[in-house]
């Protein structure tokens, strides 16, 4: 069964760290690009960060520049978010996702382009 797990979500103070993990069964990351997404209550789920499947190229939502970082380790089949001075508007369910991206540098942080979703871990942040 192919399938994302994500972990590491919880309640966070303001200006508070969290680091998400992204794990892969069933199927190697190597070959694809990665994103991380996330949905408020009431809101549209938006875009993140993703990271080619080389590593070597990363794209960011303006919001998140600055704070938010995201790596991946092959060997370990998984892709972490670092996120760092996070807010209470940072509150959120994070999704990661993917889609075969072999011969592309680039990554997108297009919703509609991927392929693979977890099932989301809820991020709180709050005093």
């Known amino acids: 069964q192919l399938q994302l797990v994500e972990s590491g979500g919880g309640l966070v103070q303001p200006g508070g760290s969290l680091r998400l993990s992204c794990a892969a069964s069933g199927f190697t990351l190597d070959y694809y690009a990665i994103g991380w997404f996330r949905q408020a209550p009431g809101k549209e789920r938006e875009g993140v960060l993703c990271?080619?499947?080389?590593?070597?190229?990363?794209y960011f939502a303006d919001f998140v520049k600055g704070r938010f970082t995201i790596s991946r380790d092959n060997a370990k089949n998984t892709v972490y978010l670092q996120m760092n001075s996070l807010k209470p508007g940072d509150k959120a369910v994070y999704y990661c996702?993917?889609?075969?991206?072999?011969?592309?540098?680039?990554?997108?942080?297009?919703?509609?382009?991927?392929?693979?979703w977890g099932q989301g871990t809820q991020v709180t942040v709050s005093s």
């Open positions: 990271i080619s499947s080389s590593g070597r190229n990363i």
């Open positions: 996702a993917a889609y075969p991206s072999r011969t592309q540098p680039l990554c997108v942080l297009r919703a509609d382009r991927y392929d693979k």
